[in-house]
């Protein structure tokens, strides 16, 4: 069974850039679909970015586009979100999550997440 552990998680100020590490085991990452998903307390899990199984084809909110990028290393079976130009709004808990039947994400139906990491962006 795979599972996801992820890091990088920290305090940065507005402006900074932190990227975080999503780590697999249990099973090849590249054979599923993977997302980065955030949430704050009292709010829904929104989806952050997806990098789709089949065709390498990747997405972004449209809250981050420019600034985060999504990538995988097939070597060690991670998957990365690099983020730059942090703004106080993109503090949350991020997650990331695979999905082995689909080749895009959803949040319904990713099969297994990890327990998350928190990002602050404070000055």
């Known amino acids: 069974q795979l599972q996801l552990v992820e890091s990088g998680g920290g305090l940065v100020q507005p402006g900074g850039s932190l990227r975080l590490s999503c780590a697999a085991s249990?099973?090849?990452?590249?054979?599923?679909?993977i997302g980065w998903f955030r949430q704050v307390p009292g709010k829904e899990r929104e989806g952050v970015s997806c990098?789709?199984?089949?065709?390498?084809?990747?997405g972004y909110a449209d809250s981050v586009k420019g600034r985060f990028t999504i990538s995988r290393d097939n070597a060690k079976n991670t998957v990365y979100l690099q983020m730059n130009n942090l703004k106080p709004e993109d503090t949350a808990v991020y997650y990331c999550?695979?999905?082995?039947?689909?080749?895009?994400?959803?949040?319904?139906?990713?099969?297994?997440w990890g327990k998350g990491t928190l990002v602050t962006v404070s000055s």
């Open positions: 990098f789709g199984r089949d065709t390498g084809r990747t």
């Open positions: 249990g099973d090849t990452l590249e054979d599923y679909t």
């Open positions: 999550a695979a999905d082995y039947g689909s080749g895009w994400c959803g949040l319904k139906t990713m099969d297994y």
